[in-house]
């Protein structure tokens, strides 16, 4: 949380703020609020201020809409975040907008990918977005790209088209980026060789809501009977399942394997969640 946080503060304040170029989602919209009071009432306000006062409503619905934990560990790092913008001060560091907006956005891109790798976001619109995809069942990406291109015309009529551009730069480096860390639709088959398939099973069923087949087999060298577990995950799931199984069996081998595509019942993060309310009522 604290690294993301950083990174991002980093991004904002090194990068983008100084050369009015703007990020994605809430950040992107507090960055244009903070210049609109102080060109139109003179009032100088930190763009951290509105990140956490945007936050603080964000988080309270997501609460309720979505789950304690995610929840918490998101407004978690958009509080982090947000201090962190306020404590570092603003200073131009290339002097050069190409070179803002790029680095700017591979910034941003590692300050928001590696929440969503570890199962919680940056806060604001993504927890918006996942709220939104419960409620209207369009996709995240729809609802991100046109809130993205909404911060892309308001910049482009308010500051210059020349700063829009270099916004949907930055925009678009960060989701390279976030895609190449974070490939939350990459689908994995695990195979897991183990001789405690019992207990790593059981364990499996505390974190993750997948589908595990048992093939019995024996180990060649030693001739010691034990099994060969398959389980289809999700990219994001992959930490979970890489800790499960070495914490219960450290001697236990896993050979990972993309998967092209599936077919049949694949619970996605939407229906994990209500199955996992299910099972706790």
């Given at each position: 949380m604290a690294g993301a946080s950083i990174v991002s503060a980093i991004a904002l304040n090194e990068f983008l703020i100084p050369g009015n170029i703007f990020s994605a989602g809430i950040n992107g919209i507090s960055q244009l609020l903070s210049i609109l009071v102080s060109t139109v009432f003179h009032i100088k306000l930190n763009t951290g201020w509105l990140i956490l006062l945007f936050n603080l409503p964000i988080g309270l619905l997501g609460w309720f809409k979505i789950g304690r934990g995610f929840t918490i560990y998101s407004f978690v790092t958009?509080?982090?975040?947000?201090?962190?913008?306020?404590?570092?001060?603003?200073?131009?560091?290339?002097?050069?907008?190409?070179?803002?907006?790029?680095?700017?956005?591979?910034?941003?891109?590692?300050?928001?990918?590696?929440?969503?790798?570890?199962?919680?976001?940056?806060?604001?619109?993504?927890?918006?977005?996942?709220?939104?995809?419960?409620?209207?069942?369009?996709?995240?990406?729809?609802?991100?790209?046109?809130?993205?291109?909404v911060i892309i015309l308001i910049a482009g009529a308010f500051f210059g088209w020349e700063n829009a551009l270099y916004t949907i730069i930055s925009i678009y480096a960060m989701s390279r980026v976030v895609d190449a860390i974070h490939t939350r639709h990459q689908k994995l088959t695990a195979f897991i060789v183990t001789t405690k398939a019992d207990s790593v099973i059981a364990e499996l069923g505390k974190t993750l809501i997948r589908g595990v087949t048992i093939m019995p087999a024996q180990g060649a060298y030693e001739r010691r009977p034990g099994a060969v577990l398959m389980v289809v995950i999700s990219r994001y799931e992959l930490y979970e399942l890489e800790h499960v199984v070495k914490t219960v069996d450290p001697q236990s081998f896993v050979n990972l394997v993309n998967t092209i595509d599936i077919e049949g019942n694949f619970y996605d993060e939407t229906e994990q969640l209500k199955a996992r309310g299910e099972t706790s009522q």
């Open positions: 958009a509080f982090l975040t947000s201090v962190l913008t306020i404590v570092i001060p603003v200073q131009d560091v290339s002097h050069n907008p190409l070179l803002s907006a790029l680095f700017g956005g591979i910034l941003t891109g590692i300050g928001v990918a590696y929440p969503l790798k570890y199962g919680f976001s940056t806060g604001g619109m993504d927890i918006i977005a996942v709220i939104l995809e419960k409620t209207t069942g369009k996709t995240i990406g729809t609802l991100m790209m046109a809130t993205n291109l």
